[in-house]
């Protein structure tokens, strides 16, 4: 199935609202980058609107593997020791080209850490040689971040710190075209408050022109793939995790003698599955140790975040439950909603036994790499409580 333009834009803000997932909150980095790069780029780049508000939300996606959010490392010096920093532009512009018809967003986002004067990264490029997309990109991060000083900067404030920045960070034009920005109407109210941001998001999307996706091959289970990817990169030791999930998940679909179309939608399900971990600190993630209460409590809530970002997809809308339900028991001992027996979604069932055998048999901080009779034995002995009988007894046969 071709993916089309309303499934591509709402994948794409789902995308980078589960990178903006900052344990129990949204930061809306991406989303107030993109409203603003987009305003901006009204004025001097008007054919290239829905490039440049697409290279907003996706400009940081590469950074999905730091242990903080990309917004809390505003030391310019520690961005050039940090080689995970230092690479993220490349990173999300590499991103950007794999989702499809975004070449010239990824330029943009390749050089949105450039500085006018040459003093920026990647390349260090200077003046006109930075796209001029990617000075937009690199003024309204800049905004961002200084909307988040605490105590809140007025426009005043704000104005003065950007035109200290002209010359340097950017260029003069680029530094008149954000302050003339930022005065018109009453946006800069608008932008500084995260609600009106989460309002002004869809609207924006419906004014823009859509994005041409006729030369575009893709697929909705490649473009899924390419979301899986990233959210397997938010750790070293689950690369290739929500791939291999997907993949147990519809080898055994077929085994129990589902159709192909439903097992191709419980792969889907898979590939998102965790989506809502982005939310969940590294250091919880990684610990080695048991975890303590509060800490299990937070870890419980990634599966509501994975079914809150899946909803914005409309296109995904019957497949949330599914994977938000992969960490219920068959004994009613799960989470998030200790749903039991067949209550739980059979693609969820299936998913279970299929992301347990994964992280079985996959390196893991917190236990010792189990072969596959190992893990074949522990799917057999937690048959009827942690897993579903039947589906236990074909994943022992197929994985």
């Known amino acids: 199935m071709k993916i089309k333009a309303r499934f591509f834009s709402e994948l794409m803000t789902a995308l980078s609202l589960m990178m903006d997932l900052d344990e129990n ?14 305003r901006m780029s009204q004025e001097i780049l008007p054919e290239y609107r829905t490039q440049i508000f697409y290279a907003g939300l996706l400009h940081d996606i590469g950074a999905i593997s730091l242990p903080d959010h990309v917004v809390h490392y505003t030391d310019p010096k520690e961005h050039f020791k940090n080689p995970i920093l230092l690479n993220h532009s490349d990173k999300s512009a ?10 010239m967003a990824a330029e943009m986002i390749l050089d949105h850490h450039e ?19 990617g000075q937009i990109l690199r003024i309204a991060d800049t905004f961002d971040i200084l909307a988040r000083v605490k105590p809140p900067l007025d426009l005043r404030g704000i104005k003065t710190i950007l035109s200290s920045r002209s010359g340097s960070e950017f260029s003069d034009l680029i ?15 608008e932008i500084m408050d995260d609600k009106r941001v989460s309002e002004m998001l869809p ?4 004014d823009l022109p859509p994005v041409d996706l006729k030369s575009c091959n893709t697929d909705v289970r490649n473009a899924v793939k390419v979301f899986a990817q990233v959210i397997d990169a938010k750790h070293s030791y689950t690369a290739g995790h929500s791939v291999r999930v997907a993949r147990y998940t519809y080898k055994l679909s077929k085994a129990i003698g589902l159709s192909e179309e439903l097992a191709e939608e419980y792969e889907i399900a898979a590939y998102l599955h965790d989506a809502g971990k982005v939310a969940v600190p590294k250091s919880i993630l990684d610990k080695p140790s048991a975890l303590t209460i509060e800490e299990f409590k937070l870890m419980k809530r990634h599966p509501v975040y994975t079914m809150e970002i899946m909803s914005m997809v409309s296109e995904l809308k019957d497949l949330v439950f599914i994977a938000g339900s992969h960490h219920e028991r068959y004994d009613g001992r799960g989470y998030p909603d200790g749903a039991s027996g067949e209550s739980i ?7 279970a036994v299929a992301d347990a055998f994964d ?10 790499t189990k072969s596959k009779d190992e893990a074949k034995e522990i799917l057999v002995k937690n048959s009827g409580g942690q897993f579903d ?4 007894k074909v994943a022992v046969k197929v994985l």
């Open 25 to 38: 909150r949204k930061l809306y980095h991406a989303w107030r980058v993109a409203i603003l790069a987009e």
């Open 94 to 103: 590499q991103i950007a080209r794999e989702i499809g018809p975004l070449s």
């Open 115 to 133: 500085h006018w004067d040459g003093s920026g990264y990647p390349k260090g490029l200077k003046g006109n040689n930075i796209h001029l997309g």
């Open 175 to 189: 530094c008149e075209l954000m302050i003339s920005t930022l005065e018109s109407g009453n946006f800069f109210e």
């Open 203 to 206: 609207e924006t999307i419906r």
């Open 345 to 351: 979604p059979l693609g969820a069932r299936i998913m």
């Open 359 to 368: 992280a079985m048999t996959s390196p893991r901080p917190y236990q010792r």
């Open 389 to 392: 009988p039947d589906i236990s």
